[in-house]
């Protein structure tokens, strides 16, 4: 079949990355008979230098068009950049919210994984980390926090800040059905995260959670208030299979889970509206600092064009063979700098990507 892919390179370790995830989806094409047709975009600090703005009305166009996006990361230093000089509305993560919002994408799947093979990362005692862990967490990604009215203004010589948290119901039944039907095919365990003892917007959520799980009678589900799950993540990751939340408190829970694995440079990451399209991206960042030296880990990514043939084309041996390729690539002891342990060999950025694609099959 013929694959129509749009790129977005991005900013720091962004084109690299990608570059080594189109090289695997090219093997992947040759291997099983595809045809990959990339288109790329700019968005973040790429596209405010050439356009003065993150995200271009025709970028979006150009998106919308495709069956689906694959983004390697935008923004850079926020301390430093030229970029962060600018209005909040024309910085780079602007620009994903604004992709976010116009394509939709308000499912967003983290999985945050523990690889046998790295193991000796995760920054767990042993007694916990020998468990195990698989979890899916499910962000909610296109309300909220994250796009209520907000403003800034003085009131009687004082400055005033205020941003504003709302859900309607709708919002939540989406995204819990999608959470319900994710643990469906995984174990079976929903844990629904809120802050109910505050929020009314999480009193909400807690009551349409409840409505959707009663058409789930296979699901056990509960609820967990945001601030026990941090400390239950470190506690014991295990108990988690499914991690159903709102926007903030998923991006914060998010962060922690990946860092609980040890290797953020492999959590790939996919967002997802009601149809097959979908945006998939690594869940670390930029990393400026290293940006150009063709030593970051493609892994997420690759990952990420994993999930991609997966959920937007469902091409599910393609995917697995990508997956295949990852755990043997570490199996045969190689190693990005990040992940780099004792008696593995150490391998560039685009070595990564050739020993992965060698690998498909
Ligand atoms: C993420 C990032 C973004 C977010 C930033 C870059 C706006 O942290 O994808 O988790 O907060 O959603
Ligand atoms: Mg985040």
Redesign the pocket.
């Known amino acids: 079949m013929e694959l129509k892919i749009t790129c977005i390179p991005g900013d720091g370790i962004g084109p690299e990355i990608v570059r080594e995830a189109k090289k695997v989806l090219n093997k992947v094409a040759e291997v099983y008979g595809h045809e990959m047709n990339f288109t790329d975009i700019l968005m973040g600090g790429a596209s405010i230098d050439v356009h003065g703005v993150p995200l271009t009305d025709e970028a979006i166009a150009t998106a919308k068009a495709a069956d689906a996006v694959l983004m390697g990361s935008i ?1 850079g230093n926020t301390s430093t950049s030229p970029w962060y000089k600018l209005p909040p509305q024309n910085r780079p ?1 602007a620009g ?2 604004k992709i976010r919002k116009a394509l939709n994408l308000f499912a967003n799947l983290r999985p945050a994984i523990l690889y046998e093979e790295l193991a000796g990362a995760c920054p767990l005692k042993e007694e916990i980390s020998s468990k195990g862990f698989d979890m899916m967490i499910m962000r909610e990604l296109t309300g909220g926090l994250y796009f209520g009215a907000r403003k800034t203004e003085e009131v009687d010589g004082v400055l005033k800040a205020t941003d504003t948290l709302t859900y309607d119901e709708n919002e939540i039944r989406r995204i819990a059905i999608k959470g319900f039907d994710i643990a469906m095919k995984r174990n079976k365990k929903v844990t629904s995260v809120d802050k109910a003892n505050v929020l009314d917007s999480s009193r909400l959520w807690r009551k349409v959670v409840e409505e959707v799980a009663k058409d789930y009678p296979e699901v056990s589900y509960e609820h967990m208030l945001v601030d026990n799950c941090a400390m239950q993540l470190v506690k014991d990751p295990s108990q988690f299979d499914v991690i159903l939340t709102e926007n903030m408190f998923g ?1 914060i829970l ?1 962060d922690e889970a990946s860092m609980v694995t040890g290797s953020i440079g492999m959590l790939a990451s996919a967002s997802l509206n009601d149809t097959k399209f979908g945006l998939y991206e690594p869940s670390h960042g930029s990393a400026p600092d290293i940006a150009g030296m063709n030593i970051a880990n493609p892994i997420a990514t690759i990952l990420s064009a994993s999930m991609m043939l997966r959920y937007s084309f469902d091409l599910d041996k393609e995917a697995d063979a990508i997956d295949a390729a990852v755990k043997q690539v570490l199996k045969d002891g190689f190693r990005t700098g990040d992940i780099m342990s004792e008696g593995c060999t150490k391998v560039s950025c685009s070595e990564m990507g050739d020993l992965l694609a060698e690998r498909i099959q």
């Open positions: 923004g993560e994903l919210l991006d998010s």
